[in-house]
């Protein structure tokens, strides 16, 4: 028995012939991610007048192949901000037990400080969404400039110090800005023109009200579904509210699809061209 | 012929269980002239006296802006309290630049902390010369006033002297402790004042060159949060706080009564319970 871990769920060698490790051996420089492997597809979110709502659907695709289809790509950050992860997904993995730790590490601290035991359970004192992505951009930043990437980009939304809304998108390399509505990967070229429509600038996004947003999110997402060949119809929604708070559905799916499009388009499967 | 054996270094216990290394650099936190910090519910001050080396010599500073929002105070070695302030300065900056936001406090203070600690446990290193009393506000409850000692203790204080005959100064503060969270600028900068007077040796009082005064302020939450920057003030600046105490001291009885002219009449009958 072979108990190295390089001779783990290998073919056998009496019915396939040796094995060719050589290419486990690498004799040239280390080499960091070249490209991901597991990937979530778009991000997308959009700001209202009193929050942010974001959505990602619950798919990790490993290239064309719909792997898993129960991955959440949006988690709370220390029950003030949303993070969304698109891109690879063990990079997500790694950034979301970093932000864990992260989290844990504030609390600790600012529990410690109070001195008055009535706004212990505030989230006063503790990263607001604009730290923390002015953290993630730090992050990414200098993996890349350790010529390891993560290879992932992320939004991050919620309220910044001032308590408006705040949304704010960091890719692998670290670059950084902000707008009303964003999003990542295929939603920027199908999302973002129908969010635009809605709330192009920032006067615009503070009218809209917080269903007329996640109206306008759902619809996005549908959109996405139809044409985005990486999507999945399963997909989680954060609503991030000064009063409520942080409030995420890893379970939505969507609804009223209507495929009559596809007939008159060249390109969708069961048409013979 | 009675020399100590036991305090050639910082590693060494006596056999009565002290390290001598620490307890002298103490006693030189001792020899440095006096310095007072008091914080209440809005302000934290941090008052000092200088001194200068001799009588054509300039005074030497007592009181550094660290960051925006907090400052020192020292007593003991200049040189290593520069040290110890290039330090925090960097920290507050490094600290700003990846989270977008003020250092909280007690994190920086538990920096300085560990590292003086560590300068007790080396051999061939010493511990810091210096004592510090530090001010800040941050979104963690806002003023606070720590003090630093060189064994590596930090420790969260309502109101402290540390220096030079500045057991006076601390029986000042405890008498009048319960006054100073509902205290404003102008009385917390009195009260700190007549602390500082308590240390002062006997023919010497308070002038414009030998008082420094500094202080940091916050008031409302969330949005509404304004600060008052860290700010440092000296010579003719301190005039009229001197001028406000001395007033007193001629009115009423000495030390805790507070001005007679300023103070609302409550307070003073307070002080006769």
Known sequence: MDHRPQAWGRPRDDVYGAYDNSYLQSSGPKQATQSPIVTGTSVIALKFKDGVVMAADNLASYGSLARFTDVPRLRSFASTSVVGFGGDVSDMQYLNRHLTDLSIDEAYSSSTTTTSPQDSSSTTGTLNAANL?????????????????????????????????????????????TSPSLATGFGAALAQPIMRRYAETEE?????????AVAVVKECMKVLFYRDARSLDRYSLAVVTKEGGVEISEDETLEKQSWAFAERIKGYGTQTV | MFRNNYDNDSVTFSPQGRIFQVEYAAEAVKQGSVVVGIASKTHAVLVAIKRNAEELSSYQKKLFPIDEHVGIAIAGLTSDARVLSNFMKQQCLS???????DMPVRTLIDLIGERAQTNTQNLGKRPYGVGLLVAGVDERGGPH??????SGMTEEMVAFAIGARSQMARTYLEKNVDKFEACGREE?????????KES??????????????????????GAK???EPFKVYDGQDVAAWIEAVADDKEGGDDGDAPAAGEAPAGETMEVDE
């Open chain 1, 133 to 177: 992505h002015k953290y993630l951009q730090k992050l990414l930043y200098s993996r890349r400039n350790n010529f390891d990437p993560l290879w992932n980009q992320v939004l991050v939304a919620g309220l910044d110090s001032s308590e408006r809304p705040f949304l704010a998108s960091v890719d692998m390399r670290g670059t950084a800005f």
């Open chain 1, 204 to 212: 615009q996004a503070a009218r809209l009200t917080r269903e007329e």
């Open chain 2, 95 to 101: 600290h700003r630049l990846t989270y977008g936001r």
């Open chain 2, 145 to 150: 006033l720590f003090e630093f000692q060189p």
């Open chain 2, 188 to 196: 917390l900068i009195a009260h700190g004042l007549k602390a500082l």
């Open chain 2, 200 to 221: 002062l040796v006997q023919d010497r009082e308070l002038t414009v060159e030998n008082l420094s005064v500094g202080v940091v302020g916050v008031t409302g939450e």
């Open chain 2, 225 to 227: 949060r304004v600060v």
